[in-house]
T-cell receptor, first 115, second 115 residues
Framework: GQQLNQSPQSMFIQEGEDVSMNCTSS?????WLWYKQDPGEGPVLLIA?????ELTSNGRLTAQFGITRKDSFLNISASIPSDVGIYFC???????????????FGTGTRLLVSP | GAVVSQHPSWVICKSGTSVKIECRSL??????MFWYRQFPKQSLMLMAT?????????EQGVEKDKFLINHASLTLSTLTVTSAHPEDSSFYIC???????????FGEGSRLTVL
């Protein structure tokens, strides 16, 4: 199935550092979402982006919806140990029968934070 | 906040047996639920869209006779892995869309191990 390409694949940083990861696609998406997944759990929504060019923040997290609608980035500032996890971008690829979201997920960025 | 619950959270079964996984929206109704499969260190791959009161829509390459989906009520979808084999061992995650708000919520996932 279709996937979005995320980079980097993994990152190992020191606590307090800023982090940036991005997601690209060959297709246009109308919605971009960023999720965090902890081991053995389902993904949890961090930020949702609905308009091209939109820049949205959620605490230490900032994400932008690319103008071309084919990319997005997520920044984490002043990282802390609990930021450890796998971060996935997701794009709305189309509508299910009832008109609700059908998502395509990125390949993931694994983040490790050293205290 | 809205919660989507999956049961069981983990299951071990013998090769050739069938396993049923439930996905429940606990405080909202969902006409549409989605089933994903996630292999270790990989992304979430959409398997099928579960529609209340009608047949599920399967993604390309997903065998509908092997992965039976039943969405019998507005709060419950089930995924049955029939004649499971070791290669079916994976983390199965569902998501549900709130019929009133359109928000999407993910379950905690169900880990299936087939011996």
């Amino acid at each position: 199935g279709q996937q979005l390409n995320q980079s980097p694949q993994s990152m190992f940083i020191q606590e307090g550092e800023d982090v940036s990861m991005n997601c690209t696609s060959s297709s246009i998406f109308n919605t971009w979402l960023w999720y965090k997944q902890d081991p053995g759990e389902g993904p949890v929504l961090l930020i949702a982006l609905y308009k091209a060019g939109e820049l949205t923040s959620n605490g230490r997290l900032t994400a932008q919806f690319g103008i071309t609608r084919k990319d997005s980035f997520l920044n984490i500032s002043a990282s802390i140990p609990s930021d450890v996890g796998i971060y996935f971008c997701a794009g709305q690829a189309g509508w299910a029968n009832t008109g609700f979201q059908k998502l395509v997920f990125g390949t993931g960025t694994r983040l490790l934070v050293s205290p | 906040g809205a919660v989507v619950s999956q049961h069981p959270s983990w299951v071990i079964c013998k090769s050739g047996t069938s396993v049923k996984i439930e996905c429940r929206s606990l405080d909202f109704q969902a006409t549409t639920m989605f089933w994903y499969r996630q292999f270790p260190k990989q992304s979430l791959m959409l398997m099928a869209t579960s529609n209340e009161g009608s047949k599920a829509t399967y993604e390309q390459g997903v065998e509908k006779d092997k992965f039976l989906i039943n969405h019998a009520s507005l709060t419950l979808s089930t995924l049955t892995v029939t004649s499971a084999h070791p290669e079916d061992s994976s983390f199965y995650i569902c998501s549900a869309t709130d019929i009133d708000t359109g928000e999407l919520f993910f379950g905690e996932g169900s880990r299936l191990t087939v011996l």
